[in-house]
């Protein structure tokens, strides 16, 4: 076990599909932790023995409980970005398509990483430098939208006023869905995504 977290730029070759992230011990025992108690409700020694390694040596790789959650916003995000971006340069110049493929995958990142995803909610534990970090990464796929609604836009395939506000309402939308999506349920993440995908497509005035 390495303290090192595994690069995540691979795994959006096929942006459809989400084989397991490869995470050291630790990250994948504090996911699992934060899941269950929150980030206040879980502590250094719950993790260090959901592992079976002590404290001291947890600290040897991450300097304490925020480190750790910050390595895990930041797979969170380069690997929702990766992928967003993948889908945009499969799709071509198209602003529809590119729009509807970013859209699902967004939405599939989403539903099959709900747990990471849903981590965005304890931003509010971290330091300003790190909140900073985080927002620039999010800013990232921000832009990315903001430009591909703007080329629509200017297609004249679609009809917003506001791009920066359409834009955060498509993606506040989106970061909604692991608060309340379970695997197994009446959809899945595919049939959520299109449908999504039609929601969004509403929101900036598309009409086929």
């Not at 023995?49 to 404290?55: D, L």
């Not at 967003?84 to 340069?89: G, M, P, R, S, W």
């Not at 990315?144 to 917003?160: H, K, N, P």
């Amino acid at each position: 076990m390495t303290g090192e977290v595994e690069p995540v730029n691979s795994v959006a070759v096929d942006w459809r599909t989400f084989p397991p992230l490869v995470m050291t011990d630790i990250l994948m025992a504090s996911l699992e932790l934060f899941d269950e108690n929150g980030y206040h409700g879980t502590t250094v020694r719950q993790i260090a023995n959901r592992v079976g390694v002590t404290v001291p040596a947890l600290y040897y790789h991450h300097a304490n409980k925020e480190a750790v959650l910050v390595a895990l916003f930041e797979i969170s995000m380069s690997e929702l970005n990766t992928r967003t971006e993948a889908a945009e340069v499969e799709a071509g110049e198209n602003p529809v398509r590119r729009f509807a493929l970013v859209v699902e995958a967004i939405v599939l990142y989403m539903t099959h990483r709900s747990r990471h995803a849903a981590l965005d909610t304890e931003i509010r534990h971290v330091s300003p430098e790190s909140r900073s970090r985080y927002a620039a990464s999010r800013k990232r796929l921000e832009l990315l939208m903001r430009r591909i609604v703007d080329d629509g836009v200017a297609s004249g395939d679609f009809a917003v006023t506001d791009t920066e506000e359409t834009v955060r309402a498509i993606l506040g939308m989106a970061q909604s869905l692991p608060r309340w999506f379970q695997t197994g349920g009446p959809m899945s993440p595919t049939q959520l995504a299109q449908k999504y995908v039609d929601i969004a497509f509403h929101t900036v005035g598309y009409r086929p």
